[in-house]
């Protein structure tokens, strides 16, 4: 596995225990109504295991098993798929902000720099899309 | 592939299956009315999908096909693996009869208000079970 898949994958994984650990608690809230509050924490919930678990975990396996190129780099150019990665986290610990902290325009902002991380990921991996023996 | 795999997999394709029930209830529900009032199903159905079907399915490659942990241990610890199994199905199965039969009493801390906290934990610790035994696999070769 290479190391920007190890990235991704521990990030997911990450992701997996805290929206795993927030959702436990919303499920609680949901049984005793301890803290009516909490419920305002649904979005987080979900960012952490859509962008942060699934989209990381996906993302991450990809870059290690998708079919390589040929040449001196078997897995284009890393600087983008890199930068996919710390442009997806950014977004996502925006994300988190936004709900914690209601500012204007932080969660278009948030959206935005996902949805360039994605983009980057996308434009490094089209390629690799292909027949083995191509 | 190994037994934990196949189980997991196979238990992915209930759960599947098992929200697009749920999907055709609510469709049904808006059709004829004859929930009782407050009965959300859509919490069931989104859970069906994302813990049953996607990360049950995911569980199961990853213990498949991650990089071995060591020669001796290639999948870490197994016990703790079918531990991930046998809490994240008791979780998730209690918590689709639980979360709305409790919805339907609508009193706090009622019989089904304690069975989705337990639902919650037993989730928890399936998820956590999962992540412990598969950080070690995650590694450069």
């Given at each position: 596995?290479?190391?920007?898949?190890?990235?991704?994958?521990?990030?997911?994984?990450?992701?997996?225990?805290?929206?795993?650990?927030?959702?436990?608690?919303?499920?609680?809230?949901?049984?005793?109504?301890?803290?009516?509050?909490?419920?305002?924490?649904?979005?987080?919930?979900?960012?952490?295991?859509?962008?942060?678990?699934?989209?990381?975990?996906?993302?991450?396996?990809?870059?290690?098993?998708?079919p390589?190129?040929?040449?001196?780099?078997?897995?284009?150019?890393?600087?983008?798929?890199?930068?996919?990665?710390?442009?997806?986290?950014?977004?996502?610990?925006?994300?988190?902000?936004?709900?914690?902290?209601?500012?204007?325009?932080?969660?278009?902002?948030?959206?935005?720099?996902?949805?360039?991380?994605?983009?980057?990921?996308?434009?490094?991996?089209?390629e690799r899309v292909k027949s083995?023996?191509s | 592939?190994?037994?934990?795999?196949?189980?997991?997999?196979?238990?992915?394709?209930?759960?599947?299956?098992?929200?697009?029930?749920?999907?055709?209830?609510?469709?049904?529900?808006?059709?004829?009315?004859?929930?009782?009032?407050?009965?959300?199903?859509?919490?069931?159905?989104?859970?069906?999908?994302?813990?049953?079907?996607?990360?049950?399915?995911?569980?199961?490659?990853?213990?498949?096909?991650?990089?071995?942990?060591?020669?001796?241990?290639?999948?870490?610890?197994?016990?703790?693996?079918?531990?991930?199994?046998?809490?994240?199905?008791?979780?998730?199965?209690?918590?689709?009869?639980?979360?709305?039969?409790?919805?339907?009493?609508?009193?706090?801390?009622?019989?089904?208000?304690?069975?989705?906290?337990?639902?919650?934990?037993?989730?928890?610790?399936?998820?956590?079970?999962?992540?412990?035994?598969?950080?070690?696999?995650?590694?450069?070769?």
């Open positions: 596995m290479p190391r920007l898949s190890t990235w991704f994958v521990r990030s997911s994984l990450v992701y997996l225990a805290l929206g795993f650990t927030l959702g436990a608690i919303l499920l609680v809230n949901k049984g005793l109504a301890f803290l009516p509050q909490v419920w305002k924490l649904l979005p987080i919930h979900i960012e952490m295991l859509l962008m942060g678990w699934f989209v990381q975990l996906a993302a991450g396996v990809g870059y290690w098993i998708l390589r190129l040929s040449g001196e780099r078997p897995r284009g150019d890393v600087r983008i798929t890199w930068l996919a990665f710390w442009l997806i986290n950014l977004g996502i610990g925006l994300v988190i902000l936004e709900t914690l902290i209601p500012l204007p325009g932080i969660l278009m902002i948030a959206r935005l720099v996902e949805l360039v991380g994605v983009l980057a990921f996308i434009i490094n991996t089209w083995f023996a | 592939m190994p037994p934990l795999t196949r189980w997991f997999i196979k238990t992915s394709f209930l759960y599947f299956a098992l929200a697009l029930v749920a999907g055709v209830v609510i469709g049904a529900q808006a059709v004829w009315g004859f929930s009782p009032p407050g009965v959300d199903l859509y919490p069931s159905y989104f859970h069906l999908l994302a813990e049953g079907w996607i990360t049950m399915l995911i569980i199961g490659v990853v213990f498949w096909m991650f990089p071995k942990y060591t020669l001796e241990q290639p999948r870490r610890n197994p016990s703790l693996g079918w531990a991930s199994y046998i809490l994240l199905n008791l979780g998730l199965v209690l918590r689709i009869i639980s979360e709305p039969a409790n919805a339907v009493v609508g009193t706090p801390a009622s019989v089904w208000a304690i069975l989705l906290v337990v639902a919650a934990a037993l989730q928890w610790l399936g998820g956590m079970a999962f992540v412990v035994n598969s950080w070690g696999r995650v590694k450069e070769k």
